[in-house]
């Protein structure tokens, strides 16, 4: 395949400055002789998603190159050739089989971006760390187990990623990264919250997700420019007070932890916009909560709660809330004033009636309220504007299903009810203070689609109205059926005795 010319002035002569070479996915296995014809002009040269396996020597006589990818190939080593390369300012070497960075790489004094995740490094050079032009430095998943004591030399440092490695702690000097803006650490093996991070104070996205840090520290309050953390899939069991500190902060997901409270200085975050707080053992939210005016999306599924804060009524600008799996026992009517609630998710909890308030939701499309113990609705559903699906089971076959207005005994007051009301709920095991993996296998259990038929009814006489299973055997037996009482049918014409048995299928026809 020929490659791609770009940025050339004109197309006079084979002669012309030719500044990018792109020869990206031309299954080549050697870097073509004709990149060296311009090794007085090239700039830029796109060699990704090739099967090279050696960088030849006068690849290193381009020494204008400034951008050189190399990504997705079979390179095992970068030859010390690389340091002659003194104008190259990005370098992707990313998805490749590269045992070692070269220490001489120290000569590509202009490199702002490095980009080597997807190797087997295991350490890095010393010689990198005098790269004092790096802005962007992406290492995740290089078998790193610790990184250079001098790390921060690296000042000018905007991005680090350093996700998927066997890390334990970040060096001390790393206080020096006055400039980072993203660090991610995800997927390491880090056990406490590395202190160096509360230094970082332009800190804007946080990630520490799937590690072993059982608390967010005190020192992370300082991080005043924080918009972004992910906390997710760790064994945290405290957050300190001080994060609420982090009133920039607009995106939280602190999913799969084992936490049981919120300090109530979450209340201070009024920019938050998103809380992911599922898979926890949280037993109650803090009222503070309806101080984040900003909110829009809450998820707090797969906790303990028993019930949600009457503050909630404050989320003006809440569109979705999901709060599945929990013991909730009673809704409280200032959700009513959440009048953008686009979503509202109520599953597998304890409801046994939900407020008329309701029916102001004039914004919801989604209500689900399948496996909770309903006796009916409330009328003010039917005044819903634009509910598209109505979830009172797992099994349904429609997203809405009719509701018939009826009068409720107790109270005379008038409500909807339909053939899946009142629920009876599927009784399981709930093992929510527990060990992940047996939330996990509850959860697994919980999304097995059970008929109400297999369910048995405790209290003797109570109607239990469900939808008939309707298999294919049942669909042939019918056919079979309706086939032979025809059959019989056409008998009787003929003076038989059979109509009388004929009578008994009629029901199948």
Known sequence: MSPVFRHCPCFRSETDDIQVLEYSHCSLNDVPNEVFAYERTLEELFLDANQIKDLPRPLFHCHGLRKLVLSDNEIQSIPPAIASLINLETLDISKNGILEIPDNIKGCKCLHVIEASVNPLGKLPEGLTQLISLEELYLNDTFLEYLPANFGRLSKIRILELRENHLKILPKSMVRLTELTRLDIGQNDFTDAPEVVGSLTKLVEFWCDSNNISSLPPCLGGLTNLGYLDASRNQLEE????????????????????????????????????????????????????????????????????????????????????????????????????????????????????????????????????????????????????????????????????????????????????????????????????????????????????????????????????????????????????????????????GSDEPVVANEFEHLI
């Open 239 to 494: 957050i300190a007070p001080e994060l609420g500190c982090c009133v920039n902060l607009c995106d939280i997901t602190l999913s799969t932890n084992r936490l049981k409270e919120l300090p109530n200085t979450f209340g201070n975050l009024k920019n938050v916009t998103i809380l992911r707080l599922d898979e926890n053992c949280l037993s109650a939210l803090p009222e503070s909560i309806g101080n984040l005016s900003q909110l829009e999306e809450l998820i707090v599924s797969y906790n303990d709660l028993e019930s949600l804060p009457t503050s909630i009524g404050l989320l003006r600008n809440l569109h979705t809330l999901i709060a599945d799996e929990n013991l909730i026992e009673e809704l409280p009517p200032e959700v009513g004033s959440c009048v953008r609630l686009s979503i509202l998710s109520l599953r597998d909890n304890r409801l046994t009636y939900v407020p008329d308030e309701l029916g102001h939701l004039a914004s919801l499309k989604v209500l689900s309220l399948s496996g909770n113990m309903l006796q009916f609705l409330p009328f003010s559903v039917a005044k819903l504007p634009k509910l598209q699906a109505l979830w009172l089971s797992e099994n349904q076959t429609k997203p809405l299903v009719p509701l018939q207005s009826d009068i409720d005994p107790d109270t005379g007051q008038r409500i909807l009810t339909c053939f899946l009301l009142p629920q009876v709920p599927l009784e399981e095991p709930r093992d929510h203070g527990g060990e992940r993996e047996g939330i996990d296998i509850d959860k697994e259990a919980r999304q097995q689609i059970k008929f109400a038929s297999d369910i048995t009814v405790e209290q003797p006489g109570k109607l239990v109205r469900a939808p008939t299973p309707y298999p294919k055997e049942l669909k042939a037996h019918a056919k079979h059926a309706r086939n032979y009482a025809l059959k019989l049918k056409e008998g009787s014409r003929e």
